[in-house]
């Protein structure tokens, strides 16, 4: 999973030197984003918080979409500093931080996650495939070499072998890099194995296979995956969709399912053979470099080996590691301000 970015150098420009004569009067740091990068954001900024007595980083979580926009608002005191994301920035992202003058940002690969599809322990469990999964979520499935509107409402409708349970599956909605990434993984892998789907024109075959249903199994649950966990231990028949640090931090009353006879787990995500695993963002606003105390500081202490080494504290949140040598170049990236974030057009 490799960066869709190109490197280039660092170049702060005038938004930079106007800022800085009026950030001084803000002495935290601000970060928005994924709900996935929120805890490791945040046991980052209370470890930074220790370490140096400064005032703790504010970290909010909006979900990747919402806060892609916040951070493309521009630069100032007023703005924010760090995003995170459970996926790259979109190209049309980008443009908006351009237009808004946030024209030098730098891309921290930070490290894996999974895909969690989980239940409560002692709940329905379940193995599945992705075509299943696409069969029980997508908006349109194929019947009889149609393409009609979904009609499944029980897991033993679509195989004989599955639960004889209600489909009630809690996720995320559409501002989620959650979302963008299940959709990518699951879904439009999924939809690959119908061949009356894949006779449709390209914009017809890809709305099918992207576009998740709306008439009740599938229940988007906002951008706080801490009230998916509380929904399904109400309800021992649901499942949810959520990143694997979620389900790392509540493993005495959930557990993950298997998507083709694996599993999520630490080795399963870090080895491939767990298939819903994506790359995990932060995203830094260069103009605010030197600017903003302590901001130099904690971006040296998000990509230490203490926090995002193999056995840095952020694995115990459940974090997978780059590679080593990957981490030093991620390292050397983030700590150097590289304008590493462009596309070509």
Request: a negative charge.
């Amino acid at each position: 999973m490799k960066s869709k970015f190109l490197t280039g150098v660092a170049a702060f420009g005038l938004a930079a030197t106007a800022f800085s004569v009026t950030a001084a009067a803000r002495d935290n740091i601000r970060i928005v984003g994924s709900s996935t990068v929120f805890p490791f954001t945040q046991a980052v900024a209370e470890q930074f918080a220790n370490m140096t007595g400064s005032p703790a980083p504010v970290v909010e979580s909006t979900g990747t979409g919402g806060g892609m926009k916040i951070f493309c608002e521009g630069v100032g005191e007023d703005k924010v500093d760090i995003t995170g994301a459970s996926r790259a920035m979109k190209e049309s992202e980008f443009k908006a931080c351009m237009e808004a003058d946030v024209d030098s940002v730098t891309e921290v690969l930070i490290g894996y996650d999974g895909i969690a599809f989980a239940t409560a322990r002692g709940g329905v469990s379940i193995d599945i495939t992705l075509p299943q999964l696409f069969q029980a979520l997508a908006a349109e499935v194929e019947i009889d070499g149609e393409v009609v509107a979904n009609p499944f409402t029980k897991w033993s409708e679509i195989e004989a072998s599955l639960p004889d349970a209600e489909i009630t599956v809690f996720g995320p909605p559409p501002t989620s890099g959650t979302r963008d990434a299940w959709v990518e993984l699951v879904m439009e892998e999924g939809c690959q194995a119908f061949p009356a789907i894949a006779a449709l024109d390209d914009d017809r075959m890809e709305e099918v296979c992207a576009r998740m249903r709306t008439d009740g199994p599938f229940i988007e649950a906002g951008e706080n995956d801490n009230l998916i966990v509380q929904r399904l231990n109400a309800d021992e028949n649901a499942f949810g969709i959520f990143g694997y640090s979620f389900l790392f931090e509540n493993q005495d009353t959930l557990e993950g399912e298997r998507i083709g006879g694996v599993g999520p787990s630490i080795e399963t995500i870090a080895d491939g053979s767990y298939r819903v695993s994506r790359p995990l963002y932060v995203y830094i606003k260069n103009a605010h470099r030197g600017v903003i105390p302590g901001l130099e500081e904690f971006i040296a202490e998000y990509v230490s080996e203490d926090s995002m080494g193999d056995y840095g504290y952020l694995t115990e949140r459940g974090l997978i590691p780059l590679p080593a040598e990957q981490r030093e170049e991620t390292r050397d990236a983030a700590e150097g301000g590289e304008k590493n974030l462009g596309f070509n057009s």
